[in-house]
């Protein structure tokens, strides 16, 4: 093959490469709020931090949470016992109205004041005020915890997780009006629906993301399987972007385009790589010619 086609080949490939390399995660800043120690004793935090490159502030009570959490990309909530407050719960929810990730830990009957403070913040941020976290006693079924198999974003990328189980005991039941939200339960009769998950587009405000596992239990000793659960969800909750209002419900608004670039939408990696595929074979064949 002639060396100007092969430099060429080189130099579309790398620009494929490149596209595509553009949606890979980066190091996150995540505030941590520990209260229990269960996260940093059960290897969360050495998988975030070692594992995933993550900055870690590890903080042990809502009472130090900054009022301002702009600073970070996820707020981690390792509590399930405290009632932190209407206050924090409104600096959490200016956070995901901000572009943040939250992650708000539920549990069983035992900690139904976090249930109804997490729940408090769910119920604002997507406008379903007929959910209930907790107060359903504890679960009748004893079955493990199973990643269901819809095809959305926190069950496949970017691992497929779907059907695959986690540990866990005792969880509380999560009731919510769409079960599309509904990413993992109990696949037994009498389960529970045990995971929740709102993308930027779920939420009213059309920014941020939000997250509940109703047992802290399952992040007590990680399994790789659940590693690569947590590396999803992970990735999930950094995509919180803001989105100018109405964006979420009509991507194909003009003020919604591309920035710079109006009533024209930012193509996909996979997109740019086929095009620069397209002009190299292209070119040979102007080339031959």
Not at 163 to 191: H, R, W, Y
């Amino acid at each position: 093959m002639n060396k100007k086609i092969v430099k060429g080949v080189r130099s579309l490939l790398l620009a494929g490469a490149l596209a595509v390399s553009s949606n890979v995660t980066t190091a996150a800043e995540i505030l941590v709020v520990d209260e229990g120690g269960r996260l940093s004793g059960g290897g969360w935090t050495t998988l975030f931090q070692d594992t995933f490159g993550d900055t870690l502030t590890v903080i042990s009570s809502w009472g130090s949470a900054p009022t301002d959490m702009s600073a970070y990309d996820v707020v981690w909530d390792g509590g399930f016992s405290s009632n932190p407050g209407a206050t924090v719960a409104q600096n959490v929810i200016d956070f995901v109205n901000g572009g943040g990730g939250f992650y708000g830990q539920t549990e069983r009957p035992c900690c139904e004041t976090h249930n109804a403070w997490v729940q408090s913040i769910f119920m604002e941020l997507t406008g379903d005020t007929a959910m209930q976290f907790g107060g359903a006693g504890d679960s009748p079924s004893g079955a493990t915890g199973t990643f269901l198999t819809p095809d959305t974003t926190i069950l496949i990328e970017p691992n497929d997780i779907r059907s695959t189980t986690f540990d866990i005991s005792a969880p509380g039941q999560l009731f919510v009006s769409d079960p599309s939200k509904v990413f993992a339960a109990q696949v037994a009769d009498n389960g529970f629906n045990i995971g929740v998950a709102y993308a930027t587009s779920d939420l009213v405000n059309n920014a941020g993301r939000i997250v509940t596992i109703s047992d802290i239990d399952w992040l007590s000793g990680i399994s790789d399987d659940e590693a690569r659960a947590l590396e999803n969800i992970r990735s999930f909750l950094l995509a919180g972007e803001s989105l100018p209002p109405g964006c979420g419900q009509n991507p194909n608004l003009p003020e919604c385009q591309n920035p710079g670039e109006p009533g024209i939408p930012m193509p996909e990696p996979s997109t740019l790589a086929a095009l620069a595929l397209g002009l190299l074979g292209f070119r040979m064949v102007k080339r031959r010619k």
